[in-house]
T-cell receptor
Framework: QQQVKQSPQSLIVQKGGIPIINCAYE??????FPWYQQFPGKGPALLIA?????SEKKEGRFTISFNKSAKQFSLHIMDSQPGDSATYFC?????????????FGRGTQLTVWP | DTEVTQTPKHLVMGMTNKKSLKCEQH?????MYWYKQKAKKPPELMFV???????INESVPSRFSPECPNSSLLNLHLHALQPEDSALYLC???????????????FGAGTRLSVL
């Protein structure tokens, strides 16, 4: 059973567009929500992360919006560039998890056309 | 330095072969992970070592045998694999969480394994 649900599965935008990737969870024990970016032939790399006492976090062109009551969070990429074309995974880990075990969404393959 | 190094990058093996994957990190992290990733899928956790002891085994078949010789090294020994074991094998490391929230996992580039 997928503990973190991610949509859409794939996304195509023009350069400069604002792709939005959505994730949802049910387990209220989750208290850390990272996003990983993976390029072909590479391992995932942490992009940005948020905790549930914050509703929004920005790092450069990447923004996470978090809705604790709805148990949803999303990634927005401002002024998207062809170099942002990659697979994006949302994830969650549980309060008190000393090993930070990650529960991944299924991933979104983003293509940004020049 | 936030690098996790995995060798080899590519490996082709027959079903009767024995091979090993290697992972190394010098960030002082005391938790190390093995993941399996199929194409267009998220990483699936296989094993977790914490302070060189196996903490989590996600019911992985015994043809996969992990080993953590020291705090910087993690190996995955492979024997009698099946074609369906072909995948990208990722290693990651992190610092076990003692206070606060959220521990960052740093991933290597992976070993692309093909079983013939």
């Amino acid at each position: 059973q997928q503990q973190v649900k991610q949509s859409p599965q794939s996304l195509i935008v023009q350069k400069g567009g604002i792709p939005i990737i959505n994730c949802a969870y049910e387990n209220t024990a989750f208290d850390y929500f990272p996003w990983y970016q993976q390029f072909p032939g590479k391992g995932p790399a942490l992009l940005i992360a948020i905790r549930p006492d914050v509703s929004e976090k920005k790092e450069g062109r990447f923004t996470i919006s978090f809705n604790k009551s709805a148990k949803q969070f999303s990634l927005h990429i401002m002024d998207s560039q062809p170099g942002d074309s990659a697979t994006y995974f949302c994830a969650a880990s549980k309060r008190g998890s000393t090993l930070g075990r990650l529960y991944f969404g299924r991933g979104t393959q983003l293509t940004v056309w020049p | 330095d936030t690098e996790v190094t995995q060798t080899p990058k590519h490996l082709v093996m027959g079903m009767t072969n024995k091979k090993s994957l290697k992972c190394e990190q010098h960030m002082g992290h005391r938790a190390m992970y093995w993941y399996k990733q199929k194409a267009k899928k998220p990483p699936e956790l296989m094993f977790v070592y914490s302070y060189e002891k196996l903490s989590i085994n996600e019911s992985v078949p015994s043809r996969f045998s992990p080993e953590c010789p020291n705090s910087s090294l993690l190996n995955l020994h492979l024997h009698a694999l099946q074609p369906e074991d072909s995948a990208l094998y990722l290693c990651a490391s992190s610092q076990p969480l003692t206070t606060g929230w959220g521990t960052i996992q740093y991933f290597g580039a992976g070993t692309r394994l093909s079983v013939l």
